[in-house]
């Protein structure tokens, strides 16, 4: 299987949350960002929250 995957336990959350297979950068920021604003209380996608993303994220 191809794309980009992530795992929210990757950026230190105790959460089972993860998705695979997104073909796009923009998209899977997007569920990220969808996914933290319900189960995170992250309001927005800060500059350092958009750093760590960049580690976590796997092809
Ligand atoms: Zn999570």
């Known amino acids: 299987m191809s794309g980009l995957s992530f795992k ?3 950026l ?3 959460c089972d949350f993860e998705v695979k297979g997104v073909a ?3 998209e899977i ?3 990220i960002r969808n996914h933290g604003k ?3 209380q992250l309001e927005s996608i ?3 929250i958009e750093k760590q993303l960049s580690k976590v994220i796997r092809e």
């Open 8 to 10: 929210c336990k990757d």
């Open 12 to 14: 230190g959350f105790v």
């Open 24 to 26: 796009s950068r923009e």
């Open 29 to 31: 920021t997007e569920i």
């Open 38 to 40: 319900r189960c995170h």
């Open 46 to 48: 800060t500059p350092q």
